[in-house]
């Protein structure tokens, strides 16, 4: 954009980030005026966080549910990058300190086979199955800084990259096939707290959605990438001292020490 108001509103949540900030939406001057709008802030925001975290090396997608859509005040999901410094591995060790308000979402990933590009849009639940090279287990690590759910608006969320602060993944299992996807069952374990639970919600509907946000803005999902597809089991906060242990029936599992 000639005026480099997508620069500035991305260097404004970047500074808010890296100082620490209470999350707080764009000023108006700076806030998008559309869902593309607030992907070419995204985009922007990419560019500055490269430096510190490293290339883009896997996508999220966010807002899944109708509850959370009718909470971010949105009628679609939202998409935003994982970049290569923030992937962690089971068994991952990780400090609260480093976050502001660390929170973790228990999700299906995929690790890509093949590219995902432009070329083979559109793309169905059907025709990405054949691109995955493996699934795991995985946490994402959400950094909302304290952010007021009801007062966070959807084009802002996305333009901040939807509060993305890496992942941790599960051992790889093999390609599975649909059916098995859609009836995964999964279990959250935090240290002596009550077991939660949660079923899978269409993971390669996910992975196909973002191939086609991520493909239609021009870029695409590379071979050896990681998608995560949306949480199984709500949004859950983590204290120093606990242990999470995310277990997808028939998958494996994931672990989260939080120093």
Same mark, same amino acid.
């Given at each position: 954009?000639?005026?480099?108001?997508?620069?500035?509103?991305?260097?404004?949540?970047?500074?808010?980030?890296?100082?620490?900030?209470?999350?707080?939406?764009?000023?108006?001057?700076?806030?998008?005026?559309?869902?593309?709008? @607030?992907?070419?802030?995204?985009? &922007?925001?990419?560019? /500055?966080?490269?430096? #510190? +975290?490293? $290339?883009?090396?896997?996508?999220?997608?966010?807002?899944?549910?109708?509850?959370?859509?009718?909470?971010?005040?949105?009628?679609?999901?939202?998409?935003?990058?994982?970049?290569?410094?923030?992937?962690?591995?089971?068994?991952?060790?990780?400090?609260?300190?480093?976050?502001?308000?660390?929170?973790?979402?228990?999700?299906?990933?995929?690790?890509?086979?093949?590219?995902?590009?432009?070329?083979?849009?559109?793309?169905?639940?059907?025709?990405?199955?054949?691109?995955?090279?493996?699934?795991?287990?995985?946490?994402?690590?959400?950094?909302?800084?304290?952010?007021?759910?009801?007062?966070?608006?959807?084009?802002?969320?996305? @333009?901040?990259?939807?509060?993305? &602060?890496?992942?941790? /993944?599960?051992?790889? #299992? +093999?390609? $599975?096939?649909?059916?098995?996807?859609?009836?995964?069952?999964?279990?959250?374990?935090?240290?002596?707290?009550?077991?939660?639970?949660?079923?899978?919600?269409?993971?390669?509907?996910?992975?196909?959605?973002?191939?086609?946000?991520?493909?239609?803005?021009?870029?695409?999902?590379?071979?050896?990438?990681?998608?995560?597809?949306?949480?199984?089991?709500?949004?859950?906060?983590?204290?120093?001292?606990?242990?999470?242990?995310?277990?997808?029936?028939?998958?494996?599992?994931?672990?989260?020490?939080?120093?």
């Amino acid at each position: 954009m000639v005026d480099g108001r997508f620069e500035r509103a991305a260097q404004h949540l970047w500074t808010a980030c890296q100082q620490r900030s209470a999350y707080a939406n764009l000023p108006a001057e700076l806030a998008p005026r559309g869902v593309d709008e @607030a992907y070419a802030i995204q985009d &922007a925001y990419h560019r /500055l966080a490269t430096a #510190a +975290r490293g $290339p883009v090396a896997g996508w999220k997608i966010a807002t899944t549910t109708r509850v959370m859509q009718e909470l971010m005040g949105i009628d679609r999901p939202c998409g935003g990058a994982i970049f290569e410094r923030t992937i962690h591995h089971t068994p991952a060790r990780l400090r609260c300190a480093d976050f502001v308000s660390l929170k973790i979402e228990c999700e299906i990933a995929f690790r890509l086979a093949a590219d995902l590009s432009r070329e083979r849009m559109p793309y169905t639940p059907d025709s990405v199955l054949a691109s995955i090279e493996s699934v795991m287990p995985a946490f994402e690590l959400i950094d909302d800084r304290h952010a007021v759910y009801k007062e966070t608006r959807a084009l802002s969320l996305i @333009a901040d990259n939807c509060w993305n &602060a890496g992942v941790v /993944l599960g051992g790889p #299992a +093999r390609p $599975p096939s649909q059916p098995e996807l859609d009836t995964a069952r999964g279990t959250l374990e935090i240290s002596g707290r009550p077991v939660l639970h949660g079923n899978a919600d269409g993971p390669l509907r996910a992975l196909a959605w973002m191939a086609n946000l991520v493909a239609g803005r021009g870029q695409q999902i590379r071979r050896g990438m990681v998608v995560i597809t949306g949480s199984l089991i709500p949004t859950t906060a983590i204290a120093p001292g606990e242990t999470a242990i995310f277990t997808v029936a028939g998958f494996g599992q994931a672990r989260l020490d939080v120093l």
